[in-house]
């Protein structure tokens, strides 16, 4: 129950932004896919870096790049080798360990080097993918909650390049 009430404070703190629906749902999309990206350690830095450089919500970025965290990680990193395998065709072992039995750094690194490239497809593709829907979730969820927070529209953070010219 305590993750739960937590995820419900995070997004009502996401949706309490002072910025347009458009803007809430682009930085946690932005920080989603960065969740994916495989510079595991480099996730905070790079979701400042982007909300600094497109002015948008730090707090929207980070909150996106909380996707990937230790209860998920063999989730986001397994699916997106298996994805990248899939994609680019690749059926040989995952995992090849070198006869010897060398676990130094080089022995780990020539028996990994071979799931290099599935893993970068694999964490690009499902990258996009994933921000792309929690765009789509996100993005209509923050609207409704501006309508019902501003209820006369006229402060209201609406994004109005989608609403047309009046």
Request: charged fraction near 10%; proline fraction near 5%; include cysteine.
């Amino acid at each position: 129950m305590r993750s739960r009430f937590d995820l419900k404070k995070a997004l009502r703190y996401i949706l309490n932004l002072e910025d347009t629906p458009h803007q809430i749902a682009l930085g946690f999309a932005l920080g989603v896919f960065i969740a994916f990206s495989p510079l595991m350690g480099l996730h905070t830095v790079s979701a400042l870096a982007l909300a600094a450089m497109l002015r948008t919500s730090s707090l929207a970025i980070l909150t996106g790049t909380l996707v990937n965290n230790p209860w998920t990680i063999a989730f986001v990193y397994g699916g997106s080798l298996y994805v990248g395998r899939w994609v680019l065709r690749d059926g040989g072992p995952i995992l090849s360990l070198p006869h010897g039995g060398d676990l130094l750094i080089q022995g780990v690194w020539e028996a990994a080097k071979g799931n290099l490239l599935p893993f970068l497809v694999g964490t690009s593709l499902l990258g996009a993918i994933m921000a792309l829907l929690s765009y789509l979730i996100l993005y209509p969820l923050a609207r409704c909650y501006a309508i019902k927070r501003y209820p006369g529209g006229a402060l209201a953070p609406i994004d109005q390049d989608h609403l047309g010219s009046v």
